[in-house]
């Protein structure tokens, strides 16, 4: 399975973008998706996800109140939103699937808790 990742751009400080996670061949309405960052010289981190039945959504703090994570299942889609970003929301966003965790428990934001994974999208908070 082969996620891919889009909506990425260049944003001014206080902006919004919106991403979006697919995949074709296959849905992801019966996973829980992850939302990771990757910013310049650092190590990938998770920043949120929605767990599989959509009822749950886990949040890294330094997003909170800021991004949101939503899925629409008519178009096997799995969106970020992102608003008021900051430049340290500068880097590089991918999506990823738990394809193996039970149905309605909270999802996490661990890596290795991830199944398939997409190639990544840059976003760029810059003025």
């Known amino acids: 399975v082969q996620l891919q990742a889009s909506g990425g751009g260049l944003v001014q400080p206080g902006g919004s973008l919106r991403l979006s996670c697919t995949t074709s061949?296959?849905?992801?309405?019966?996973?829980?998706i992850g939302w990771f960052r990757q910013a310049p010289g650092k190590e990938r981190e998770g920043i949120l996800c929605?767990?599989?039945?959509?009822?749950?959504?886990t949040y890294e703090d330094s997003v909170k109140g800021r991004f949101t994570i939503s899925r629409d299942k008519s178009k096997n889609t799995v969106y970020l939103q992102m608003n008021s970003l900051k430049p340290e929301d500068t880097g590089v966003y991918y999506c990823?699937?738990?394809?193996?965790?039970?149905?309605?428990?909270?999802?996490?934001?661990?890596?290795?808790?991830?199944?398939?994974w997409g190639q990544g999208t840059l976003v760029t908070v810059s003025s």
């Open positions: 929605i767990s599989n039945n959509d009822e749950k959504t």
């Open positions: 990823a699937a738990d394809a193996n965790r039970g149905w309605g428990v909270k999802c996490e934001l661990y890596q290795v808790s991830y199944d398939y």
């Open positions: 061949g296959t849905t992801l309405n019966y996973y829980a």
